[in-house]
C-alpha cells in the first residue's frame, strides 16, 4: 500500500481512471457489435445509423487513448466496408 500522501492521492486516480477507460472500452465493444448484427441482418439504414454511433464512440476512445488511433481508423474502416458490400 502506498505510504506518502502523493503516492495514496496516486492510487485513488488509478482507480478512477482505470474505471473510466473501462467504460469507454466497454461502450466500443458493445456498439461494434450492435453495428454488425446490423450489418448481418442485412438492414443498411440501421447499420448506417449504429455505424455513426459507433464511429463517434471510437473517435472519442482514440482521443482520450483509450485506444490507440490507428486502431479506431481500422475499425472504422471494416464497418465502413462491410456496410459497404450490404446490397
Avoid: C, W, Y
Avoid at 9 to 14: D, G, L, M
Amino acid at each position: 500500500m502506498a505510504n506518502h500522501k502523493s503516492s495514496i492521492k496516486r492510487a485513488r486516480q488509478t482507480v478512477v481512471r482505470t474505471e473510466r477507460n473501462r467504460a469507454a472500452k466497454s461502450r466500443v465493444k458493445t456498439l461494434r457489435k450492435k453495428a454488425l448484427a446490423a450489418i448481418e441482418a442485412g438492414d443498411k439504414t440501421a447499420a448506417v445509423a449504429a455505424s455513426a454511433e459507433f464511429s463517434s464512440a471510437v473517435d472519442k476512445a482514440a482521443k482520450t487513448n483509450v485506444i490507440h488511433p490507428n486502431q479506431a481508423a481500422n475499425l472504422k474502416s471494416k464497418t465502413a466496408k462491410a456496410i459497404a458490400k450490404i446490397g
